[in-house]
């Protein structure tokens, strides 16, 4: 499991400021040359540049914007300095400069917490009596794991309210919240915690953030779950490459230029593995190609159908990760602005089902080493030829890496998810091994739902997994029932007929409440033997 460590390093800064002023970094670790310092003010706003000779300047509008270093896609490093007066200084993870002034980061104390060396005499003797007296935070991304930001290294005497600024950062853990996989240090996914605040649909020309989810749906036969088929890391990686999609919201409007800023990710970066969904074109491609017309390296975005822009990845499960940051470069032909977001979580496994009832009939279960498996395209589910048809399900949750330092398992059951049925295509008698085409009712109505399970309630969109993460357990299964036929006749368009020998595809999702999907798909066929 990858490991993505954000350090906090410590450095000076200097008097407050009222207006956008560059702010220059000076004295990094060599190793950071060529990476990015960003700046991400209280509004969202983001500037950036890139590092070189161990120095980098960005412009800021806010005394509370805040610094960061980004390296592989990903933020390596929070900058902390202290607020100085002449009676001392206090620690705050804030970019604080005086015009013309320039922040030096010192040497690394083996530690991994980078000590600031201060230019101002009376400012270094107070900062350094604060450096000795307080302990440093080391904050811990679970990368692969998509596992919420969490603290591993005690705060000691820090006052935690000379560091938190609310607006901000929620949780006081260094990290904004925009680039926090749990901004209010809960435990839970923000993704999956309703009390998290995160990008919704990018609307106004002014946008400086933007959301970005996971999608990962398989067919039976590619299903890959821990208590269902096990987890190996070859198959995983070849389920993501072939499979897995992100949905980026664009944060530029009509009249604007949006490019994808990735850094150095292999799924979205020049030469990389990126594809566009809408033509399966390479992204961002070859310079001076569709997707990259001023040959920069980054690839142009715009909306599509859906509302975002739709890219299928073609990464490893080593190659994408949660904590993974996206720049988008927003240009109107005169100026540039920056939007940033990053990416929440992204699947390792897909939900199973265990067993099927069709119609309160005999519970079938699922062989998953079987050729072909129940619930393929070439083995549908039987349902009677005339009438209603609901089908009973048990089933196993999408699992996650755990964190095995927090205590956890090796995998842990995901909790807390949105259970839905999309049905995308009205049934059809099916043509050699297609699909169908006709358009089908989207997701089912909440009044397609029935459960006696305690960890589930019905809601207005679906089914409420109530229960939240525990340890891998084959036994941690859920249950419910999903009448087909209701969910055909409340289609938004009207009822939908399924005929004798129509095939009807079901895609059974696990959701985030703010769009992270993973599904396995099945079918059912109406059979008069």
């Known amino acids: 499991m990858k490991k993505t460590w954000c350090t906090l390093i410590l450095l000076f800064v200097f008097a407050s400021i009222s207006e956008a002023q560059q702010i220059s970094v000076t004295q990094l670790p060599a190793t950071y040359n060529g990476e990015t310092l960003i700046a991400i003010d209280t509004n969202g706003t983001t500037t950036s540049a890139t590092i070189a000779n161990r120095t980098a300047s960005v412009s800021v509008a806010t005394t509370t914007a805040r610094l960061y270093i980004r390296s592989g896609g990903q933020i390596v490093a929070a900058i902390v300095g202290p607020v100085c007066t002449k009676k001392g200084c206090k620690s705050r993870n804030v970019a604080l ?10 040497k690394d104390k083996g530690d991994g917490v980078l000590v600031a060396k201060g230019t101002v005499a009376q400012l270094k003797k107070a900062f350094d009596k604060s450096v000795r007296e307080r302990r440093s935070v080391i904050v811990s991304s679970i990368g692969s794991a998509g596992l919420a930001s ?4 005690a705060l000691s005497a820090l006052d935690l309210k000379n560091l938190a600024i609310e607006e901000l950062d929620s949780d006081n853990d260094g990290l904004v919240d925009l680039v926090d996989a749990d901004d209010d240090g809960d435990g839970i996914l923000d993704n999956y915690d309703p009390d998290a605040s995160k990008p919704g649909p990018v609307t106004g020309s002014t946008q400086t953030e933007f959301p970005v989810f996971s999608n990962f749906k398989l067919g039976m036969e590619q299903t890959i779950n821990l208590h269902a088929t096990g987890i190996d890391d070859e198959t995983l990686d070849t389920r993501l490459a072939n499979t897995q999609t992100l949905a980026i919201g664009v944060a530029g409007e009509t009249g604007e230029t949006t490019e994808l800023d990735c850094g150095t990710l292999s799924y979205c970066s020049s030469g990389g593995t990126g594809t566009k969904v809408d033509d399966m074109s390479d992204f961002p491609g070859t310079a001076g190609g569709a997707n990259d017309a001023d040959s920069d390296g980054l690839g142009e975005i715009t909306k599509g159908m859906t509302g975002d822009f739709q890219l299928m990845t073609g990464a490893s499960a080593g190659d994408i990760s949660g904590g993974d940051t996206f720049i988008q470069r927003i ?3 005169t100026t540039e602005r920056l939007a940033t977001g990053m990416l929440n979580f992204v699947f390792n496994s897909t939900p199973a089902i265990k067993t099927l009832a069709v119609n309160s009939g005999t519970a079938q279960s699922i062989d998953y080493a079987a050729t072909p498996i129940l619930g393929s395209n070439s083995n549908c589910f039987i349902a009677p030829p005339t009438g209603d048809v609901s089908v009973t399900i048990e089933g196993w949750r999408p699992q996650r890496p755990g964190e095995t330092d927090a205590g956890e398992a090796e995998y842990v059951d995901l909790g807390n998810s949105l259970i839905t049925a999309d049905i995308p295509n009205a049934p059809c008698t099916l043509s050699g091994m297609g699909g169908c085409m006709g358009m089908g009712p989207g997701n089912c109505a909440s009044s397609s739902y029935t459960t006696s399970d305690p960890n589930l309630s019905v809601v ?4 409420q997994d109530n229960r939240g993460d525990v340890d891998a357990d084959a036994t941690n299964t859920y249950a419910l029932t999903l009448n087909l036929t209701n969910c055909l006749a409340t289609a938004n368009s009207g009822a939908i007929a399924w005929n004798l020998g129509e095939t009807l595809f079901v895609d059974f ?5 703010f769009g992270d999907n993973a599904a396995q798909k099945f079918c059912i ?5």
């Open 97 to 106: 400069a005086a015009k013309r002034k320039r922040i030096r980061v010192g």
């Open 150 to 153: 969490v603290v591993t290294t």
């Open 331 to 333: 240009s109107n032909g």
């Open 460 to 463: 207005t969109d679906g089914v």
């Open 509 to 513: 999702q696990f959701r985030s409440a």
């Open 525 to 529: 066929i109406r059979s008069a033997g």
